[in-house]
C-alpha cells in the first residue's frame, strides 16, 4: 500500500474496520448488558462503573485513531547525511533513491523507509515507529483493561442470565434481573469470546512493546544485535566487542517514548547514544552482516514454474506446503531459466532475490513482470549453479569458466568435471 495513504482513507483497510468492529462490538455488548447487571441509574457505584468502562474504550479508540492517523514517521525521499562522508556508513534505499537514516527501515508494505521501525502492523494499516509509538502502547494498554472490565461485566451477567429462572424459584428476585433473547445470549457469548481473546492477545504484544521500550530497542533491532552477538561468537578473529549504542537505562528510554507531546523526541534521525558509540555504531554492524550476506549468496536456477502462491499445493505438493515458512514476506513467481540470488536456505523454501532480465534493466514496459522479485519459492523447482573451473591444457591455456546446474552433491558434479578434465588432457 502506498505511503502517500493519509487521513481517513487509511480507515479503508480490512484491518481498521476489523479492529473498530471487534472494538465497539465488546463495547456496545458490555453497555447493554451492564445496563441489566449493574444499571448505572440505580446506584453511584454503579455509575462510576460504567463511566470507568466507557472512558477505557474512549481512550482505547483515541490512541488506537492517533496510531493510524499520525504514522511512524517517514524518511524523505533521495535523502543524504549532512556530510557526504557518512553516507559510507549507510545503507542505500533503491525504492527510495536515498540513504536510509540511523534506525530506519524499508517497508515494503508502506513502499518507503520508517523512521525507528518497528513492525508493519495490518490492524492499524501503517507501520510502529518513531512518531506513534507512544499512541500504539496506549491503545494496547487501554484496550486490554477495558477488554478486562468487560470480560468481567459479560461474564457475570452471563452466570445471571441462565440462571435467572433459579433466582425467581427460590426468592432471590433482585439476582434475576438479566433477561436473555436469542440475540441477546448470542451476542453475550460472541462479546464474550471477543473480549477473552483480546485481553490475551494484547497482553502478549503490550508485554512484547514495553520489552522493547525498556530496552530501547525494536523488533528488527532485537534481531540486528542477535546476529552481532553470533557473528562474534562465530569469527574468532573478529576481535571488536558490539555495544549497543541506544540503551540509556530504562527510565531514560521510556521518557524518549512516553513524554507530554505522546511523541518521541528529536527528528526521528538524531539519536543520543552511550558512551563510546556514536551515531553510526549500529549501521556500520549492519553493513558487516550484509557484506556477510552477500558472501554468504548462492545462485540457483529456475527448473520449472513458481506460481509465486503462498500455499502452492497443486503445483508443488502437499510437503511443500506443510513446511512453508512462518512469516509474511513475500513469495516471488519465476520462470524456467530465470536466475535467483539465494541467501537463506531451509528444506522446501528458498528465500532469494530473482536476477532481473536485460530487457527489464533497460526499461522495456512489454518485458517489466508483476509482483516481488525477492521472496520465498520452492526449493525443488531450481537447482544450484556452480562455477566448476577445469583444468587447464599443457600449453598453460585454462578453459572459460561453465555454470553447472545440480540438485545434488555441488561437490560430487565439481569432482566429475574435473575428472573429465583430466581424461582430455591424457587422451
Known amino acids: 500500500m502506498s505511503a502517500e495513504i493519509s487521513g481517513f482513507r487509511r480507515f479503508l483497510h480490512w484491518g481498521p474496520i476489523t479492529a473498530l468492529s471487534i472494538i465497539k462490538c465488546i463495547t456496545l455488548t458490555t453497555l447493554y448488558m451492564n445496563s441489566m447487571w449493574w444499571p448505572p441509574n440505580e446506584s453511584f457505584a454503579g455509575f462510576a462503573h460504567q463511566a470507568l468502562f466507557l472512558l477505557l474504550s474512549t481512550l482505547a479508540t483515541f490512541n488506537y485513531v492517533m496510531a493510524t492517523l499520525t504514522g511512524p514517521g517517514l524518511m524523505p525521499k533521495q535523502w543524504h547525511p549532512k556530510d557526504p562522508k557518512d553516507a559510507q556508513f549507510l545503507q542505500y534505499c533503491k525504492k527510495c533513491e536515498g540513504y536510509k537514516a540511523p534506525r530506519s527501515h524499508h517497508c515494503r508494505k508502506c513502499d518507503r523507509c520508517v523512521k525507528k521501525m518497528d513492525h508493519h502492523c495490518p490492524w492499524i494499516n501503517h507501520c510502529v515507529g518513531w512518531a506513534n509509538h507512544a499512541y500504539f502502547t496506549y491503545f494496547l494498554l487501554f484496550s486490554i483493561l477495558g477488554s ?73 533491532e532485537i534481531w540486528i544485535v542477535e546476529k552481532a552477538i553470533y557473528r562474534r561468537y562465530r569469527n574468532a578473529d573478529c576481535d571488536d566487542e558490539f555495544l549497543y549504542p541506544y540503551d540509556l537505562g530504562w527510565r531514560a528510554n521510556l521518557r524518549l517514548v512516553f513524554n507530554d507531546e505522546c511523541q518521541k523526541r528529536g527528528d526521528g534521525i538524531e539519536w543520543p547514544v552511550v558512551e563510546g558509540c556514536d551515531q553510526y555504531t549500529l549501521t556500520r554492524e549492519q553493513l558487516a552482516q550484509k557484506e556477510e550476506k552477500r558472501a554468504r549468496t548462492r545462485t540457483f536456477r529456475c527448473t520449472r514454474p513458481v506460481t509465486g502462491r503462498w500455499l502452492p499445493i497443486f503445483s508443488q505438493g502437499w510437503r511443500v506446503c506443510v513446511a512453508a515458512p512462518c512469516s509474511d514476506e513475500p513469495r516471488i513467481s519465476l520462470r524456467p531459466n530465470d536466475m535467483i540470488k539465494v541467501t537463506r536456505f531451509r528444506n522446501h523454501w528458498l528465500f532469494g532475490e530473482r536476477v532481473l532480465t536485460e530487457q527489464e534493466l533497460a526499461g522495456v514496459k512489454k518485458r517489466q513482470r508483476k509482483g516481488p522479485i525477492r521472496g520465498w519459492f520452492p526449493r525443488r523447482s531450481a537447482v544450484e549453479v556452480i562455477e566448476a573451473v577445469h583444468e587447464g591444457s599443457g600449453d598453460g591455456n585454462s578453459e572459460t569458466p561453465a555454470p553447472l546446474a545440480q540438485n545434488g552433491n555441488a561437490h560430487s558434479h565439481l569432482k566429475q568435471q574435473q575428472r573429465n578434465g583430466h581424461a582430455k588432457k591424457y587422451m
Do not use: D, E, P
Open 148 to 220: 478486562l472490565q468487560g470480560t468481567v461485566v459479560l461474564c457475570c451477567s452471563f452466570w445471571r442470565g441462565i440462571y435467572r429462572y433459579y433466582y425467581l424459584t427460590h426468592g432471590l428476585a433482585h439476582l434475576a434481573s438479566v433477561q436473555f433473547t436469542l440475540l441477546s445470549i448470542i451476542m453475550c457469548i460472541l462479546g464474550m469470546g471477543l473480549a477473552i481473546g483480546v485481553v490475551i492477545g494484547l497482553s502478549m504484544l503490550l508485554f512484547i512493546q514495553l520489552k522493547t521500550i525498556v530496552n530501547n530497542q525494536t523488533g528488527i
